[in-house]
């Protein structure tokens, strides 16, 4: 195959040039495909000049979302470089870190963010525009092989070193596939990214995806439920899909501007990033929202999706993530990498063209990831009866209480039911009874009352008794990483 997701930007704007393509959600500002195949293109130039052809010389960013974020990945391919985002919340010690790693050329950032010291040159992003002529082109020469890398994506850091996941164009083209497949997008579909486009729901999921279908993407600056909302909404933009980790759609279902029928033009709402619980799940379609949950993470992209034209099978198998996309080979493997049956939990391993290679600069990690070709998911995860896959929960949170497994995420989704409760983390601590037990953070619901003994008897009720929390710490903030994922290591233990 010689195709690649740079040849669909400039199909798309010899086919269909006035066509729109991106948008800028704070400003309004709109780029048609042939406005944008030509400032990838001036850019590209402007980088193979500076850089050399097929340099694979990176080029990071430090910014908040934008349009111009989109143009320079897209002329980083077409000139044969490789495009760095850098999460612009971790702090400046951290961004060091990722930049030592590294080692960008180019460095182009945000003006309210100060880079840390390093020999890149740095430009604002708002530069980019002026940088180049008009109408000139890189040779074709210039870019990359189709499996070599031209993205790295630095994990969300739950736990550990971040890691640069390599992405290469085979990578980047199938994982938008795989979801364009399984999610009702075609060349009318519409996106708003909300998502951080340092992250693979933004930049991926929410970004290139419609790019690859030749549909149109709206970029906000990030997450506002109020704005998000209104756009939504709003019929002038005609949003067809939005992407959103579960955290994001608990704070819009409970924001005071929500309602449900201002989300029913909507074709597909898609959640991915962390278990979503049954009871949202419910909550959104009987409301009228066709809402779906599937499965993806740096390095695999899109792997999961519902079968979302029937909305009560969609309810029916609430909780799962779906059934494996268009190219995506899966299987649940025990400890000794032997598959598990139908209904036992394991450890979920993915093989396709949407995995990545492996680690920046990390090789004996790369060869712990994978096995015989089989990427190691590290989520621990179920297949039922009728082939369905569930997220049982990333298999590092899982403690053992008494002798027994026990899955925070399960118990996660028990507590979701309660309706006093908008957010809930569970982890395992010590004890030297049982070895470990149960401890949840919640935060109440705005102007709701909760009490610890309420919680616990709640999971009571639902649950086995080894996987009811011991202690219950109502909280009024739980820390996540900037694409919506808890950050079980930063909550206390003793």
């Known amino acids: 195959m010689t195709a690649t997701l740079i040849d669909s930007v400039r199909t798309h704007a010899m086919a269909t040039p006035t066509r729109l393509a991106v948008g800028c959600a704070e400003s309004g500002r709109r780029w048609t495909w042939a406005q944008l195949d030509a400032g990838v293109d001036r850019l590209a130039a402007w980088l193979v000049e500076t850089l050399g052809a097929s340099s694979g010389a990176r080029v990071a960013t430090l910014a908040r979302n934008h349009p111009n974020l989109l143009v320079l990945q897209l002329a980083c391919t077409r000139a044969g470089a490789i495009y760095v985002p850098y999460n612009w919340r971790l702090a400046g010690a951290e961004i060091a870190v990722l930049m030592q790693d590294a080692d960008p050329a180019l460095l182009f950032h945000d003006a309210e963010f100060t880079p840390p010291d390093h020999p890149a040159r740095r430009l604002l992003l708002s530069e980019l525009e002026t940088l180049g002529e008009a109408g000139a082109r890189p040779p074709a020469s210039a870019r990359r092989g189709w499996q070599e890398p031209t993205t790295l994506l630095y994990t969300s850091g739950t736990s550990g070193r971040p890691k640069g996941v390599m992405i290469s164009e085979e990578n980047a083209y199938w994982g938008p596939a795989n979801f364009i497949n399984g999610s009702l997008v075609s060349h009318d579909s519409v996106f708003l990214c909300d998502m951080p486009m340092f992250h693979t729901a933004?930049?991926?999921?929410?970004?290139?995806?419609?790019?690859?279908?030749?549909?149109?993407?709206?970029?906000?600056?990030?997450?506002?439920?109020?704005?998000?909302?209104?756009?939504?909404?709003?019929?002038?933009?005609?949003?067809?899909?939005?992407?959103?980790v579960p955290q994001m759609a608990t704070t819009l279902w409970q924001h005071p501007d929500f309602a449900p029928e201002k989300l029913h033009g909507l074709k597909l709402y898609v959640t991915g990033g962390a278990p979503n619980p049954r009871a949202q799940v419910e909550r959104f379609a009987r409301a009228g929202i066709r809402f779906s949950d599937g499965f993806g993470m740096s390095e695999t992209c899109s792997n999961f999706a519902m079968p979302v034209l029937d909305v009560e099978r969609l309810i029916e198998k609430a909780g799962s993530c779906g059934l494996p996309l268009l190219a995506v080979q899966a299987r649940i493997v025990d400890e000794a990498g032997r598959d598990v049956p139908q209904g036992e939990t394991g450890e979920l391993w993915i093989k396709g063209p949407s995995v990545t290679q492996g680690y920046w600069n990390q090789p004996e990690l790369t060869a712990k990831a994978f096995h015989d070709g089989w990427f190691r998911t590290g989520d621990a995860a179920m297949q039922d009866a009728d082939g369905f896959y569930y997220l049982v929960d990333r298999k590092?949170?899982?403690?053992?209480?008494?002798?027994?497994?026990?899955y925070p995420a399960e118990v996660e989704a028990v507590l979701a039911e309660l309706h006093e409760i908008a957010e809930c983390a569970v982890i395992g601590v010590a004890d030297e009874r049982w070895g470990e037990v149960g401890r949840a953070f919640v935060i109440p619901r705005a102007g709701a009352s909760l009490a610890e003994q309420q919680v616990i008897e709640h999971c009571r009720a639902r649950l086995a008794r080894f996987k009811v929390p011991v202690r219950v710490v109502i909280t009024d903030a739980i820390p996540r990483t900037a694409s919506g994922k808890v950050q079980k290591h930063l909550l206390p233990r003793d």
Do not use: C, Q
């Not at 590092?396 to 026990?406: A, L």
């Open 396 to 406: 590092k949170d899982m403690y053992i209480s008494g002798g027994e497994n026990v």
């Open 202 to 244: 933004g930049l991926f999921a929410a970004v290139r995806v419609p790019i690859l279908a030749g549909g149109t993407v709206w970029i906000s600056a990030g997450f506002d439920p109020a704005k998000t909302i209104a756009r939504i909404a709003d019929p002038d933009l005609g949003i067809t899909h939005y992407f959103s």
